[in-house]
């Protein structure tokens, strides 16, 4: 059974990519978010692309204001240790994608067609919008 919860870790995407950046350097958060970053208007944005997208941008809020109470002792120290390169990514630009991921993607519909479970997805990313423009 796979996992699947409204926090930015709480799926089985994140959860791998998460998995898989231990051995991957900061760059790969970046890539992460690029993948929404760069898809032309319009374009379809997947529940994995974008839930994995959520997931960097995570790391990014949590480097920028210490909060991990989303994260695990392992993934709390790597963002430790690779905070400076985190903090060197391009804020703006993560923003923006979680704004789009917010606005049109595929998530944004499941989530939407949540009901109440939705709510706190919705009002997670919100959250998320407003650490990353602190």
Known sequence: M???????????????WL??????GPSRVGSAVQAIASS???????????SIALAAAELVAAARDGRTA???????GWIATHRDALLALDV?????????????????ELWSDAGKRGEAFHAYVR?????LSR
């Open 92 to 108: 703006a630009r993560i923003r923006d994608a979680v704004e789009r991921i917010a606005s049109d993607s595929d998530l944004r």
């Open 40 to 50: 032309a208007p319009g374009a379809t944005l997947s529940v994995d692309t974008c």
């Open 19 to 24: 998995g898989e950046l231990t051995a991957a």
């Open 2 to 16: 796979g996992a699947w919860g409204h926090g930015p870790f709480d799926n089985d995407s994140a959860q791998d």
């Open 70 to 76: 989303w994260l695990d002792d392992a993934s709390a």
């Open 127 to 131: 959250e998320l919008v407003q650490r």
